[in-house]
């Protein structure tokens, strides 16, 4: 049985328990299917490599965060066939997040609303999931550690929380994310602005050499930022990432914009919106920075990506790799191969 008519007929039961309720049910479920082997004979792309920040991927086709916010379930993911796994956010101390309910389906427009606000277990806790992995400890593939900072911490003193988490994270990330786009911690993507981004960046490289020196090993480190930015922002910041000699960009996070899902159900919930509707959004980003950055700095495109031409035109708009994450939900893991397929061509 195929993995799409396998999905299409588990999706109906997914889709009748709450959005998070259906996430901590089936995390756990692929931990165990994997655990058993039953994930043995699961469809994978064909190899497609792509050196990109010096690092080789095994296809262009990754995990966007946030859907294994604390780490734990990487081994059932990378069977799935990604060509590279991040997960996170991760604080540096553990938080409960918003209050639920904090996830909503919106199925006419093939989004979905979050409000999470970094729900995590902490740093500590997140490194000993990493470092428990089969697919860390055998060296399986590529896996980004995505860093953000504590609700709690003002945003003067965001920096602080940022340098601690790259500080643990470093010795076992491939790459290290650091996120200051998501619209669910207050006053977060401040950090995008001219004086804010310049004073992050300088530090944050700061600490990479001091580490890379420490550990005999240069980790890269990419920027995740907002689809929600207009063209002199995307300047300023493609600017500051090349002053800064940033290894790479992620584009783009979720977006406050509700113009495609005006008058539907939970159409107005507080939070970000992924999906379909952040497609568009996240393609100009990622157009507009590769314009500014060229190839110098790679860009790692996600949002909206719902089947394999969605992904192909990220790389068209100037991305050298893609993420997935709700797309997954709408497809399902068939997605990674039809992805990695219309990449290929």
């Known amino acids: 049985m195929s993995d799409k008519l396998l999905y299409s007929l588990a999706r109906p039961l997914l889709f009748s328990l709450d959005p998070e309720t259906a996430h901590n049910f089936t995390l756990p479920a692929l931990r165990r299917a994997e655990a058993l082997g039953l994930l043995r004979h699961h469809a994978r792309p064909a190899p497609d490599p792509r050196t990109v920040m010096g690092i080789t991927f095994p296809n262009p086709v990754g995990l966007a965060a946030g859907l294994d916010k604390d780490g734990a379930y990487i081994d059932g993911l990378a069977a799935l066939g990604f060509g590279f796994i991040e997960v996170g956010t991760v604080t540096p101390r553990g938080q409960p997040g918003n209050p639920r309910p904090r996830m909503f389906r919106l199925p006419p427009a093939q989004g979905i609303i ?93 600490e990479q050499a001091r580490l890379a020196d420490q550990h005999g090993r240069y980790v890269p480190i990419t920027l995740k930022i907002a689809p929600d930015i207009d063209l002199d922002q995307t300047r300023n910041i493609a600017d500051a990432l090349l002053r800064h000699k940033i290894d790479g960009v992620i584009a783009t996070n979720t977006t406050l914009s509700r113009d495609a899902v005006k008058g539907m159900a939970h159409g107005e919930e507080t939070g970000g919106l992924s999906g379909a509707p952040v497609r568009e959004l996240s393609n100009i980003v990622v157009r507009a920075l590769k314009q500014e950055l060229g190839d110098t700095i790679p860009i790692i495109g996600v949002g909206g990506i719902m089947n394999g031409r969605d992904a192909k035109a990220k790389i068209d708009a100037g991305a050298a790799l893609v993420q997935l994450y709700s797309g997954l939900i709408y497809a399902g893991p068939a997605l990674i191969l039809d992805a990695a397929a219309a990449i290929k061509g």
Do not use: H, W
């Open 114 to 206: 979050n409000r999470m606000g970094f729900n995590n277990g902490g740093v500590d806790a997140f490194v000993a999931n990493v470092q428990a992995s089969r697919f860390y400890q055998e060296k399986r593939g590529v896996l980004g550690l995505n860093i953000g900072k504590n609700a709690d911490t003002p945003i003067e003193r965001a920096v602080d929380d940022y340098l601690t988490c790259l500080r643990k994270v470093y010795p076992y990330a491939s790459y290290v994310t650091v996120n200051i786009s998501s619209p669910n911690t207050k006053n977060l993507r401040q950090l995008q602005g001219a004086s804010e981004l310049d004073a992050l960046l300088s530090q944050l490289k700061s």
